[in-house]
């Protein structure tokens, strides 16, 4: 069990800058996943971590001692490789037992251990198989395999349930919630998979171009994105974004597109927004915070709009619409029957309590 | 064949031996056959000699096979102790070849993983091996004079160790190079050194690279004629400078030569059947990955 801090960690190849300036502390015990575009330098990260890749700057503590001069097997961690780096001359088991092996574990327990880990990832009839007799997946498991036999105080996986079939990858996720939970361990997961982020995390670290854009819990995130990164990072299909202006009329706040629609900012937010009126704004809408109206839905906060209808895509319970509003598509996402056929002019509400508003010059959400 | 494989028969057209592919088949093998023959008859006429008697060997017109195969000069080359120069050079081809794999490998791990001194000081290895070997031979000698190196084990086996060095490193550092670096980290992750990550992971991976290279390197020290020939006198005398002394003033050994010749060249036949396998893969290995 380990306590992670990171502090001023800069990293960069050649010409490319890997990681530039993150600060992260996990508390023991916590299960971080660290998401991001492909090349933020999610993988920079963890290698750093574990101690293959020396920083440029900063320093990486592990329970309060600075690890930066400590060889990659002083700091007792146990790392999955995205490309599975297993040793194709050696057997499953052995590739398995190699971690063991390497701290001198007695050969019985050694079995015993390998045996467990195969049984709770549902490979032990492929023990004695070589790796180049084994599926993408088979691998993947293998390679999870040989981080959880061990007994490191911290786990590093990266993107360890890429290659995996939507059923195997579930049932993969929960045993990695239930090694987390079994174990207390405090690991640092790769993703690029939003709901395995969601589900997974205590924390989620949104990385983008060598920075933390923003992190914390995952609703917190999603809810409460800082800036439009994140807002259209988390979620899919992602929010929204509709150039727009805030204008204030009598006691009121709306937020006018150019072709003149407008919604209503509900009152909560008035003080907050006041001194923005009369400015450029970007409204962030979410897919599922359109809806079709209905009568009787008095909540606070709806703004109702008219929109016709351009695409329709059922996918069975939901059934994502496009329509454009002041010339941008905007995608909605509605109920299996709201709509029946593209063209066709339907009432939508939008719950305003949900939508963001961005400034355009910053990009940080108002 | 009997009648009632018929209908498995090949079908043979009446008029195969007019058609084009039959003629392109005839024409390859009859090719490959000439080109073989070529090749092997000198060999084959250097090993008959080994059992001919001197009068079968001078006969006009030539013996094509000796009216009874005799190992008499075998014998005298047993007696006479010539055959000991084949046991100097399994020793200073032997040793060399294990000590310049041995460094060279860690110096190409060096240059590979660490970049020690960049591009430049791999080239700078190779561009040794490119100086031809009687530049530096001369040179050599006098120095070898100064210690009292000449005719001794330890001269020679530092010379070719020296020569081959720059071989093996550069072709070991390709073979490493090859290597997906996250099978070390993984290793080094899990609680390997780095000399253990070396013997565990680095040798297997690279494994028909490093007998690949080792033969080649044997090979070079086995056949090597011209440094032998300045630096070895009587204690240490190589094969191939053992086979020159049988073309006399008077007279020339064909016979030894013969024999000589097969008994050189069966430590170069085993080993390259031993290692076929490692040698096909090793040569080819940059070409495919996988
Ligand atoms: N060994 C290297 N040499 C040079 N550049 C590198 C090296 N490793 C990574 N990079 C660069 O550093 C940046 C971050 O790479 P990194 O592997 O950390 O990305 P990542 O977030 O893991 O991406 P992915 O999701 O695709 O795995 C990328 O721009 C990449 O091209
Ligand atoms: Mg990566």
Redesign the interface.
């Known amino acids: 069990m380990a306590r992670l801090r990171i502090t001023g960690l800069y990293k960069s190849y050649d010409s490319v800058q890997a990681v530039r300036g993150v600060d992260l502390d996990i508390p023991e015990g916590e299960f971080a996943v660290l998401v991001g575009p492909s090349g933020c330098g999610k993988s920079t990260m963890l290698?750093t971590i574990?101690?293959?890749e020396e920083p440029d700057a900063g320093t990486i503590e592990i329970d309060g001692e600075i690890v930066n001069d400590l060889?990659?097997?002083s700091?007792d961690?146990?790392?999955v490789?995205q490309?599975y780096?297993l040793?194709?001359?050696m057997k499953v088991f052995d590739n398995i037992a190699?971690?063991l092996r390497?701290?001198k574990f007695p050969a019985g327990e050694i079995k015993e251990r390998v045996l467990a880990a195969a049984a709770t990832l549902n490979i032990s009839g492929l023990l004695d198989r070589l790796p180049r007799q084994l599926s993408g997946g088979e691998r993947q498991r293998v390679a999870i395999g040989?981080a959880i036999v061990?007994d490191a105080r911290l786990f590093l996986f990266d993107e360890p349930l890429s290659n995996l079939d939507a059923q195997l990858r579930e049932e993969m996720r929960l045993e990695i919630k239930e090694l987390h939970q079994r174990l207390g361990k405090t690991m640092i997961y790769v993703t690029h998979d939003q709901i395995e982020a969601r589900t997974l995390a205590d924390r989620v670290v949104l990385l983008n171009n060598g920075r933390i854009e923003q992190e914390g819990a995952p609703l917190d995130l999603f809810e409460r994105p800082v800036n439009r990164f994140v807002a259209g990072f988390l979620g899919s299909p992602s929010m929204n974004f509709i150039p727009a202006r805030l204008v204030a009329a009598d006691e009121s706040l709306a937020v006018t597109f150019e072709d003149g629609t407008a919604l209503a900012v509900p009152a909560a937010a008035y003080e907050r927004l006041a001194g923005r009126s009369g400015h450029d704004v970007i409204f962030g809408v979410r897919t599922e915070h359109i809806s079709r109206a209905r009568d009787g839905d008095t909540r606070e906060g709806l703004a109702p709009l008219s929109a016709t209808i351009d695409v329709v895509q059922p996918t069975g319970s939901r059934t994502y619409v496009t329509f454009r509003l002041s010339g941008t598509p905007v995608m909605a996402e509605l109920r299996a029957h709201d709509v029946e056929h593209p063209g066709q002019r339907i009432e939508l509400d939008v719950d305003m309590n949900r939508a963001i508003l961005i400034d355009p010059e910053t990009d940080l959400v108002l | 064949m009997t009648g009632e494989t018929r209908a498995d028969a090949v079908y043979v057209p009446k008029d195969w031996w007019l058609r084009r592919r039959t003629w392109t088949y005839v024409g390859r093998y009859a090719a490959a056959i000439v080109i073989t023959l070529l090749f092997l008859f000198p060999v084959y006429w250097i090993f008959i000699m080994a059992f001919k008697t001197p009068e079968e060997v001078f006969a006009s017109p030539p013996i094509w096979y000796p009216a009874q195969i005799q190992f008499k000069t075998f014998a005298v080359l047993f007696r006479d102790g010539d055959v000991g120069t084949i046991g100097n050079s399994l020793i200073t081809a032997g040793v060399s070849t294990v000590l310049a794999m041995f460094f060279g490998t860690i110096a190409a791990y060096s240059l590979a993983r660490f970049r020690t001194g960049g591009e430049n000081l791999a080239i700078w290895i190779i561009s040794q091996r490119m100086i031809p070997p009687i530049v530096i031979i001369f040179p050599v000698f006098l120095v070898y004079v100064f210690f009292g190196w000449v005719d001794t084990f330890q001269g020679l086996i530092l010379l070719y160790t020296a020569f081959n060095l720059p071989y093996v490193t550069w072709m070991m550092r390709g073979y490493i190079e090859d290597i997906p670096i996250e099978l070390e980290q993984s290793a080094l992750v899990d609680g390997w050194s780095r000399w253990q990550v070396l013997l565990r992971v680095v040798f297997p991976m690279a494994r028909a690279g490093l007998f690949a290279t080792a033969v080649f390197t044997f090979i070079f020290a086995w056949n090597d004629f011209i440094f032998a020939l300045v630096l070895t006198r009587v204690e240490i005398t190589t094969y191939p400078v053992q086979v020159t002394s049988f073309f006399g003033q008077q007279q020339t050994f064909w016979a030894k030569i013969g024999a000589m010749s097969i008994l050189g060249t069966l430590p170069i036949f085993f080993a390259v059947a031993l290692f076929q396998r490692y040698l096909v893969r090793g040569i080819s290995l940059g070409a495919i990955k996988g």
């Open positions: 290698r574990a101690g293959l060889p990659p097997r700091r961690v146990a790392m490789f490309n780096a040793y194709p001359y190699f971690g390497a701290r040989r061990r």
